[in-house]
């Protein structure tokens, strides 16, 4: 997999930012662990100094966002107004105080006690939420002062790009282009980042999902795609954009028992406006369950749509199992 194609500023900055969030996130974590079992009273002791772990680190992130834009630019015009990290610091990506955000580690460990946990497993539930909203804000800090330093050197379009390890939400945007005044799409914990778009070759797997995924080891391709069979079933020819779709949903992907055997199948894709219902809909038992209409303005298939796993486990060889594949809508 090669990284080499977009420019150097840009692959610098990425390993900048995880390096300084990624920092933060464990000062964060490391603080969280003189929690006491009387919540409010050891989080008064604690939040001083981890809420100073968090404001440095929204201004160095936002320093270095502001800086990566003219950087990547090469010899950008003089900016049309100038900004500083520290105008950042204090408010988190939904415009709420950063503060608010590291109390509700507290709130959802007391939530965790009142559904009958232990004080300790109510910590850790608390310190896994605390590390998670962190890293988002701070990514969230960056992405928005890359954004205020893209206006200010006239960026128009920018590219999303991949910040290794990556999900499978995150891998299927890869190369997405936005405008400048679009928000970036982004799931909690998300770490990608923006590319000035006139600056990405396309060429990049940070920037080309299927390079991206092309590029990683069979166990890593099964860990980015759901499962063991999602992983064959993209070797196979399957989309990727499929396979993850169909777990964007939660319970999306159910279990079921149908002549005593155990399938796997989602509903996903399986709407009129979906790719699958009009590759199902070829074959003459499916065709003959018909639609529904569930709840919504949308008619479904009343067959279920077969997950890889199972289509592999009924399969008589491989070649019926990329028969299946197609019938169900995974290749495209």
Not at 11 to 32: D, T
Not at 254 to 262: M, V
Not at 309 to 319: H, R
């Amino acid at each position: 997999m090669s990284l080499q194609t977009l420019p150097e500023a840009a692959s610098r900055y990425a390993v900048e930012q995880r390096y300084e969030i990624g920092a933060a996130v464990h000062a964060v974590s490391r603080l969280w662990r003189g929690m006491r079992d009387d919540f409010d009273a050891s989080y008064a002791r604690v939040e001083p100094a981890l809420l100073a772990v968090l404001f440095t680190a929204q201004e160095r992130v936002a320093d270095g966002a502001l800086a990566y834009v003219p950087d990547v630019l090469g010899d950008p015009p003089a900016p049309l107004y100038e900004s500083a990290g520290s105008r950042f610091v204090g408010v988190a990506g939904d415009g709420l105080p950063v503060a608010s955000m590291a109390y509700g580690a507290v709130v959802q460990a007391k939530a965790a006690v009142a559904q009958g946990l232990d004080v300790a497993e109510a910590l850790a539930r608390g310190g896994r939420h605390l590390t998670l909203t962190a890293g988002t804000m701070l990514s969230d800090t960056g992405r928005a002062a890359e954004k205020v330093s893209g206006g200010a050197h006239r960026v128009r379009k920018w590219t999303r790009m991949l910040n290794p390890p990556s999900c499978g939400r995150c891998v299927i945007l890869a190369g997405k282009t936005s405008w400048q005044s679009e928000a970036f799409d982004r799931h909690p914990g998300c770490d990608c980042r923006n590319v000035p778009a006139s600056e990405d070759t396309g060429e990049d797997a940070r920037t080309d999902p299927k390079a991206y995924l092309d590029g990683l080891s069979e166990d890593e391709q099964e860990r980015v795609l759901g499962s063991k069979a999602n992983g064959q079933a993209f070797r196979d020819g399957a989309d990727m954009n499929q396979l993850i779709n169909a777990y964007r949903r939660k319970g999306a992907v159910r279990a079921a028992q149908i002549n005593g055997q155990g399938i796997k199948y989602t509903r996903e894709g399986t709407t009129r406006r979906g790719h699958a219902y009009w590759q199902m809909s070829q074959a003459q038992y499916i065709r003959e369950q018909s639609v529904f209409r569930d709840g919504t303005k949308y008619y479904r298939l009343k067959a279920p749509r077969l997950m890889p796993e199972t289509i592999y486990k009924t399969a008589k060889d491989p070649a019926d199992a990329k028969r299946l594949l197609k019938l169900y809508g995974w290749i495209v």
